[in-house]
């Protein structure tokens, strides 16, 4: 089977510097993916590591380990408007069908005053 | 402005009934998908096409079925084999080249009465 895990839930105030842990198991990978859903919204694509070491972007960044199965998202200079959830994703194959993404349960980050 | 407009927001259905959720892109994406969210969990693939006049099962398809006559144009019929039908419907696309980059709607949702 298929399986992603990632925190529940996460707690970080204002400013501060907080991690979401990704580890994934699946027959076959290409890349792992993050994305942000506020409340009731549609998730947006925040960034993608098809090879092992860290992306940034502003104030996000992604980070993978092939060979450990394992991946995170940063996100630094916490704000309020962060408080959403952050759902990772793995591109797997599929014979002749380019593949197809499937998601974790998602992590609710909610940023404190 | 390119997007992805899914109609209508908030959807009723009746015992036995046949229900259409409409996804519509101006993006002039190959690929597009439909994706189930219960609450607090993460987002399960039900189908997705790659190309017009073809689409493929996901992981949840029993109960739904879709058409893809125009790449624009993407419905989901949620028929009245789907037993558990209330959820958050997703819709989304992506250039084949880079399908970890999904771009989503708005979302509609689900209940029965």
């Known amino acids: 089977g298929q399986s992603l895990e990632q925190p529940s839930e996460v707690t970080a105030v204002e400013g501060a510097i907080v991690q979401i842990n990704c580890t994934y198991q699946?027959?076959?990978?290409?890349?792992l993916s993050w994305y942000q859903q506020h409340d009731g919204g549609a998730p947006t694509f925040l960034s993608y590591?098809?090879?092992?070491g860290l992306e940034e972007t502003g104030r996000f960044s992604s980070f993978l380990s092939r060979s450990d199965s394992y991946g995170y998202l940063l996100l630094q200079e916490l704000q309020m408007k962060d408080s959403a959830s952050y759902f990772c994703?793995?591109?797997?194959?599929?014979?002749?069908?380019?593949?197809?993404?499937?998601f974790g349960q998602g992590t609710e980050l909610s940023v404190k005053p | 402005d390119g997007g992805i407009t899914q109609s209508p927001k908030y959807l009723f259905r009746k015992e036995g009934q046949n229900v259409t959720l409409s996804c519509e892109q101006n993006?002039?994406?190959?690929?597009m998908y439909w994706y189930r969210q219960d609450p607090g969990q993460g987002l399960r693939l039900i189908y997705y096409?790659?190309?017009?006049?073809?689409?493929q099962k996901g992981d949840i398809a029993e109960g739904y079925s879709v058409s893809r006559e125009k790449k624009e144009s993407f419905p989901l019929t949620v028929t009245s084999a789907q037993k558990n039908p209330t959820a958050f419907y997703l819709c989304?696309?992506?250039?084949?080249?880079?399908?970890?980059?999904?771009?989503f709607g708005s979302g509609t949702q689900l209940s029965v009465l």
């Open positions: 989304a696309s992506s250039i084949r080249t880079l399908r970890e980059k999904l771009f």
């Open positions: 993006l002039n994406h190959d690929a």
């Open positions: 994703a793995v591109r797997v194959p599929i014979y002749n069908q380019g593949g197809k993404l499937i």
């Open positions: 699946t027959s076959g990978f290409y890349g």
């Open positions: 096409s790659q190309i017009v006049n073809d689409f």
């Open positions: 590591n098809a090879l092992d």
